[in-house]
Structure formats: C-alpha cells, structure tokens
C-alpha cells in the first residue's frame, strides 16, 4: 500500500514556474514507477511525465516537453514537477500516480493521490 500526497499547486502568470511535489508513505516506493497526470474542467486525465524506478529515464507528453521536469529522491519517497514557462493551458489539477508498470495508460498505475491545482493566469 503507499499513499501519496501532492503539494505545490497554486496561481501563477504565464511564463511562471512551479514545483510540484509527491510525497510516498512506505518503505518500497523506490519498486514504483511514478507519473503525473493532470486533467483540466471537462476534460479526461492525461498523462504528463513518467519516471522510472531508478529515474534513469523518464518521458513526457509533447505540450510540455522541454517546459516540464520530472524527478525522483529515492532517499526521501519524494517525486517532483517542475513546471517552467507555463502556458494557460496548463492549468488543471495535477496527480501523482504510482505503479508497477513504466506506462502512459491511467489503467496501469494503482495509486493515486488527491491532486493540486495549478491555475495560470494569462
């Protein structure tokens, strides 16, 4: 079991940065692959990063790559969003996931924490 707890959302003008952050309960969260998902108002979640268990490779969707950095601490059961050069379209509440399999799919991640808002602001 591992329960995750996001932190870090907030309002912020266009072109702004934040820092998502993940924090794991458990002593196994290093076997997890992690990821982020966001989903916007009436729109479906979607897949945004994924980090493999060593956090030796990591991929994200097209709309926020090279804007977007997903890390891991293993040390510290944390995994990480940094979010630069954000865009209105980012805006949406953001969920960490975490799973066996190192996957774009919702359906392969087990656990799920609550999701932090991010708003950006034109």
């Known amino acids: 079991q591992v329960q995750l707890v996001e932190s870090g959302g907030g309002l912020v003008q266009a072109g702004g940065s934040l820092r998502l952050s993940c924090a794991a309960s458990?002593?196994?969260?290093?076997?997890?692959?992690m990821a982020w998902f966001r989903q916007a108002p009436g729109k479906e979640r979607e897949f945004v990063a994924r980090i493999n268990r060593s956090g030796s490779s990591t991929s994200y969707v097209d709309s926020v790559k090279g804007r977007f950095t997903i890390s891991r601490d293993n040390a510290k059961n944390t995994v990480r969003l940094q979010m630069n050069s954000l865009k209105p379209e980012d805006t949406a509440a953001y969920y960490c996931?975490?799973?066996?399999?190192?996957?774009?799919?919702?359906?392969?991640?087990?656990?799920w924490g609550q999701g932090t808002q991010v708003t950006v602001s034109s």
């Open positions: 458990g002593r196994t969260f290093s076997s997890y692959v």
């Open positions: 996931a975490a799973g066996r399999v190192y996957s774009v799919t919702m359906a392969q991640y087990d656990y």
